[in-house]
């Protein structure tokens, strides 16, 4: 089930947690509205961009524009669908309506104008009626509570070492490390990914165009976040649905997805 959560007794091993398995999508589910704005964002920016090289002809950047918009409309479409599984009913018929009410407006025919009024009424009707089916909403809250949770317990150095193992059957693993104020993200064994296709060099760019730096070895990638905890929390939030998103399009992993982490020694004053 989307957004749902799987909870099982908790495996302690010599300093190690096995915190809980996690459904990847929740992640995703919980942050739609933000990324849905920041999605907008780009389409507005990139549609500007292409007006302007459209009129300055450098039609080769405009093309080039106009592939980014594809992506980005696609990507839009499968987060409104996520967030409305009516959606793309409704987006067809308010198309079909506004085309057909501007075939009315130049429509000269007595005949075809009542006709394509009736057509109207009848669209609105039944768009209104799908407006008024409820919108069932995904149980995202505790996975998506429990991770921010579990990040802010590395932020305030109560535990260490956290590692979110998105799929254990392919070694992909995003490991996080605070130190000096600076949360690090890193991706390791990226030869491995890509020798197995686990992912390509397409989305490997994708990855650096996030902010994530390929090692001299070309074997790990690590992003470096600095500044206040709450604006690091929310950076990750956004960069974690992106990959999830944007890299790995919402798969999943077959429920195999959990957080672990090193439980910090207790002080012998707490002991």
């Not at 459904?23 to 964002?41: G, K, P, T």
């Not at 592939?67 to 959606?87: G, I, S, T």
């Not at 919108?135 to 802010?152: A, K």
Request: proline share 3%; with cysteine; glycine share 2%.
């Amino acid at each position: 089930m989307v957004g749902g959560c799987f909870l099982f007794v908790p495996l302690i091993l010599p300093r190690w947690r096995l915190a809980t398995t996690i459904q990847i999508h929740a992640i995703v589910d919980s942050q739609l509205s933000l990324l849905i704005s920041i999605y907008e964002e780009e389409k507005a920016q990139l549609q500007k961009d292409i007006e302007v090289y459209l009129s300055e002809k450098e039609y080769l950047m405009a093309h080039y524009k106009s592939e980014a918009l594809y992506e980005v409309n696609r990507r839009l479409r499968k987060l409104h669908n996520l967030e409305d599984p009516l959606y793309d009913q409704k987006d067809s018929l308010q198309r079909r309506l506004k085309r057909v009410q501007k075939q009315r407006e130049s429509e000269t025919d007595p005949y075809m104008k009542d006709l394509l009024e009736r057509w109207v009424r009848e669209g609105q009707e039944e768009l209104g009626k799908l407006h008024q089916v409820p919108i069932e909403q995904t149980p995202s809250s505790v996975p998506q509570t429990f991770f921010d949770e579990t990040l802010e317990r590395l932020l305030k150095k109560e535990i260490k070492n956290l590692k979110l193992v998105l799929s254990q059957q392919q070694n992909l693993i995003l490991q996080f490390s605070y130190t000096k104020n600076t949360l690090n993200i890193t991706m390791p064994d990226i030869h491995e990914h890509l020798k197995k296709w686990v992912f390509y060099e397409d989305q490997l760019t994708i990855l650096k165009s996030l902010g994530f730096q390929l090692s001299a070895s070309g074997n790990r990638l690590t992003l470096s976040l600095t500044g206040d905890k709450t604006e690091i929390l929310s950076q990750v939030k956004v960069i974690l649905c992106k990959i999830i998103f944007e890299i790995f399009a919402l798969i999943g992993f077959r429920n195999e997805s959990f957080l672990c982490y090193n439980e910090k020694p207790a002080k012998k004053s707490e002991r």
